[in-house]
């Protein structure tokens, strides 16, 4: 009994101090909207949701990207991602576009993909992809972001009852 009692009391503050699903969601969120990329006449802005509507059998996240090239183009994404189906994110430094932007890849399997509706000022079009990507700051590779990200996307991948497919190498 004492022993028992023991035990509980040690494992207390790890049950206390971990984080719940709202807390990570937060947190994502807030690391999303405020690293956006931004250089010169080019942006990506990010408005980030995550709820379970009836429509939908899994929880999702829906990411809004606002993506702008100043007196060129404009551009709106509506991803729609079904968190329990996220097999796996990448962080990459830079990408094809700009070496100063933080490359975040969000992937899930081709039986359960994202759906992006695509909206130009010529129309809009709705596809499903297997992955999807987002440009963010430079700056989102400092503290350790890119880790703590993927392990965010992690306990929330499982608070959804999902899991994240660990790389052997």
Same mark, same amino acid.
């Given at each position: *009994?004492?022993?028992?009692?023991?035990?509980?009391? #040690?494992?207390?503050?790890?049950? @206390?101090?971990? !984080?719940?699903?709202?807390?990570?969601?937060?947190?994502?969120?807030?690391?999303?909207?405020?690293?956006?990329?931004?250089?010169?006449?080019?942006?990506?802005?990010?408005? @980030?949701?995550?709820?379970?509507?009836?429509?939908?059998?899994?929880?999702?996240?829906?990411?809004?990207?606002?993506? !702008?090239?100043?007196?060129? *183009?404009?551009?709106?994404?509506?991803?729609?991602?079904?968190?329990?189906?996220?097999?796996?994110?990448?962080? #990459?430094?830079?990408?094809?576009?700009?070496?100063?932007?933080?490359? #975040?890849?969000?992937?899930?399997?081709?039986?359960?993909?994202?759906?992006?509706?695509?909206?130009?000022?010529?129309?809009?079009?709705?596809?499903?992809?297997?992955?999807?990507?987002?440009?963010?700051?430079?700056?989102? *590779?400092?503290?350790?972001?890119?880790?703590?990200?993927?392990?965010?996307?992690?306990?929330?991948? !499982?608070?959804?009852?999902?899991? @994240? @497919?660990?790389?052997?190498?």
């Amino acid at each position: *009994m004492k022993k028992t009692l023991l035990l509980i009391l #040690l494992s207390l503050p790890l049950i @206390i101090l971990g !984080q719940n699903k709202i807390e990570t969601e937060n947190w994502i969120k807030e690391k999303f909207e405020l690293y956006g990329f931004k250089e010169g006449i080019t942006t990506y802005d990010y408005t @980030i949701n995550f709820g379970s509507p009836p429509e939908y059998s899994v929880p999702i996240m829906v990411i809004g990207e606002d993506f !702008q090239v100043v007196n060129i *183009m404009s551009s709106v994404d509506i991803a729609i991602i079904p968190i329990k189906f996220i097999s796996k994110i990448t962080v #990459l430094k830079g990408d094809s576009y700009n070496s100063n932007a933080t490359k #975040l890849i969000i992937y899930t399997s081709e039986s359960n993909p994202i759906s992006v509706k695509t909206i130009t000022s010529n129309g809009e079009s709705v596809k499903d992809y297997s992955k999807y990507e987002l440009r963010l700051s430079k700056d989102f *590779m400092k503290e350790d972001y890119p880790n703590r990200i993927k392990k965010a996307f992690d306990n929330l991948v !499982q608070f959804s009852g999902g899991r @994240i @497919i660990e790389e052997s190498y």
